[in-house]
């Protein structure tokens, strides 16, 4: 079977791991901090707080930023549920941007056009959430102009991103947002199992970040509101909620980060080979803005339908049917069952759903071989009946 993606895992990586269980601390040991730098050092940000997913980043990232009942956070239809769910965690409303045509990621033109409009009607987005869709990253400087235009802050959901530079410096530096978000779940770049991660250069933002992670518990005697009674003395500041990472998951993503760029490297080379095979065909291959230098989470294609004598779903199921896992990412949010039932519809966002019923991602994992390579286009090319 070959999987769309998987995780790369090494005896050091083994070896770290089982480290940890022969040691005292199984959770909030030194590995979290150890995790944290080292991320830190890939990205040159100022701060990282590790968690137990994305998820749980996106939502502290949001109540961090204050968001809550009445606030409006938008972020793009074609991402993961997660990067919208964030919001209705806060008890705060979700809209959306369409897509870039080209790069498939939170259109920046869309976007303006939607402010002007929202500004009219005094509902303008306290957080905009663009996601850096298979690794790429979004216009982030655009998004970052309006930000300051239109006052809204900026969480960057780097879950495929890590890795990735714009305009030649790492994602996650917070040059053009208020907090960066990474996964690490086993699909993703590097993994810890589950994990996640969110960075910002913000110290305050930190601090919340950190109380938010862990109950809204301290033990700083500086965050409290009276001295300490004693030694065992912690104070609840906050209502947090337990989302830290254990000490076994952070070991293993220090070991994986220790390969984060060869990871990329590989990735890249992977897609400059899937390029080369299916140049020709009636396809669409991802495009990469000149600014950008993408992470490669995953490599889309889209399928040119006119030109092919097969459907969607056709296509789709004949590589599953070789046991070639492919994949689609992602069925745009608005259409779930659950946003419909807040009143989104089919036909909200063209751009996203044109993008739906032609995209598959293809195998895109460092394991991957020049003959699983070979193999997939083989069945790719025969599957649209060439
Ligand atoms: C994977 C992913 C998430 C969620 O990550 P978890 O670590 O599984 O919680 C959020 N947003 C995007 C874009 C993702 O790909």
Redesign the pocket.
């Known amino acids: 079977m070959i999987r769309y993606g998987q995780q790369d895992i090494t005896q050091a990586d083994i070896d770290a791991v089982v480290d940890v269980l022969k040691s005292v601390n199984l959770t909030q040991g030194p590995n979290i901090p150890k995790f944290e730098q080292s991320v830190l050092a890939h990205t040159g940000a100022r701060h990282a707080v590790a968690v137990n997913?994305?998820?749980?980043a996106?939502h502290i990232a949001c109540l961090a930023l204050g968001l809550g009942p009445g606030d409006l956070l938008w972020t793009t239809p074609n991402?993961?549920v997660?990067?919208a769910n964030c919001a209705l965690y806060c008890g705060a409303q979700v809209s959306f941007v369409d897509v870039d045509p080209r790069t498939y990621n939170l259109c920046p033109w869309a976007l303006e056009e939607k402010l002007i409009e929202a500004e009219k009607v005094g509902r303008l987005p306290k957080i905009v959430v663009p996601?850096h869709?298979t690794g790429q990253p979004c216009d982030l400087e655009a998004i970052h102009d309006l930000g300051k235009r239109y006052g809204f802050k900026i969480i960057e959901?780097a879950?495929?991103a890590i890795g990735a530079r714009y305009k030649g410096e790492p994602v996650g530096n917070g040059r053009y947002s208020d907090i960066a978000?990474f996964?690490?779940?086993p699909?993703?770049i590097v993994t810890t199992a589950?994990?996640?991660m969110a960075l910002t250069n913000d110290d305050e933002l930190a601090t919340r970040l950190g109380l938010l992670r862990s109950h809204g518990i301290t033990r700083e005697a500086s965050l409290m509101t009276q001295p300490m009674d004693g030694p065992w003395y912690y104070q609840q500041v906050a209502l947090g909620y337990n989302y830290r990472m254990t000490d076994m998951q952070a070991a293993l993503g220090v070991s994986q980060v220790a390969r984060l760029t060869q990871y990329v490297k590989r990735r890249h080379a992977i897609a400059d080979r899937y390029s080369t095979l299916l140049a020709n065909l009636p396809l669409t291959l991802p495009w990469q803005h000149p600014d950008s230098y993408s992470a490669y989470?995953l490599y889309v294609i889209r399928l040119q339908l006119e030109k092919i004598g097969a459907s969607h779903l056709e296509v789709f199921e004949a590589l599953r049917a070789k046991d070639i896992m492919v994949n689609l990412?992602y069925i745009p949010v608005h259409t779930q069952p659950y946003y419909q039932m807040m009143g989104f519809r089919n036909g909200d966002y063209p751009e996203a759903e044109r993008y739906y019923r032609e995209a598959i991602s293809i195998p895109m994992h460092p394991a991957l071989t020049d003959a699983d390579q070979d193999f997939v286009v083989k069945v790719l090319r025969e599957a649209m009946g060439l």
């Not at 997913?53 to 749980?56: C, F, G, H, L, M």
């Open positions: 997913s994305a998820t749980s996106l991402t993961f997660a990067s996601v869709h959901d879950s495929h978000v996964s690490f779940h699909v993703k589950e994990g996640g989470h990412h």
